[in-house]
């Protein structure tokens, strides 16, 4: 079975401050892993992914995220945050040889205070 | 490209009423899927389709849910009888189905059913 946690329900950083959004992963294969982000009343937006390759993943808006298969890790990172990035973050994962259901985790509430 | 298009963005219905939402995926996208998303239990996919064909339909709550896609630009979600429990966002999402499953999943805006 394939799963996410994301162990912070909320962040709260200051505006131009970094910004981390943790996240591990549990499968029994080589991981697929996503990173989304949900504004109030929209869909979750597409923000990176990892496939395979290069460890370190820049994705859109600033964000980056870097794959740890030791610590089965995969951390959202913004080095400079916005107030504009004040969203729900959600990381998925899926096995690569399972079929194409992905696994989210809870979410994590991102607060960036002016 | 339009992205993922779901209506109605509000649904408010009583119980026992059959609701249906419908979806229109991204034209090219081979799989479509449908999540529901509630404060309680998060982000939970219901059922997914590829080239039109239900793969997956183990989330589906029970029997009173149903999906059908007709066509490679169609889909809906059933809900008959309606109960207050089902109150919460549903979301379409769709991907291309090459490359292993590597290619990211866009979401529609969701459809907020209000069931009293």
């Known amino acids: 079975a394939q799963s996410v946690a994301q162990p912070e329900d909320q962040v709260n950083v200051a505006e131009g401050n970094p910004l981390t959004v943790k996240c591990t992963y549990s499968v029994s294969g080589n991981p697929y892993l996503f990173w989304y982000v949900q504004y109030p009343n929209r869909g979750l937006q597409f923000l990176l992914k990892?496939?395979?390759?290069?460890?370190l993943v820049k994705g859109s808006y600033g964000f980056e995220a870097e794959f740890n298969k030791s610590q089965t890790s995969f951390h959202l990172k913004k080095p400079s945050a916005l107030v504009s990035d004040s969203a729900l973050y959600f990381c998925a994962v899926r096995d690569h040889s399972n079929d194409y259901k992905l696994s989210f985790g809870a979410g994590t509430t991102v607060t960036v205070r002016a | 490209d339009a992205g993922v298009i779901q209506s109605p963005r509000h649904e408010v219905t009583e119980m026992g009423q059959e609701v249906t939402l419908r979806c229109k995926p991204i034209?090219?996208?081979?799989?479509l899927f449908w999540y529901r998303q509630t404060m309680m239990r998060g982000l939970e996919l219901l059922i997914y389709f590829n080239n039109n064909v239900p793969i997956d339909d183990s989330g589906m709550p029970e029997d009173r849910f149903s999906a059908k896609m007709p066509n490679a630009s169609f889909s809906t979600l059933k809900i008959q009888p309606s109960e207050p429990r089902d109150s919460a966002v549903y979301f379409c999402a769709s991907s291309r189905g090459l490359a292993g499953g590597t290619y990211e999943q866009y979401f529609g805006p969701g459809t907020r059913l209000t069931v009293t």
């Open positions: 990892y496939i395979t390759g290069d460890n």
């Open positions: 034209s090219g996208h081979d799989y």
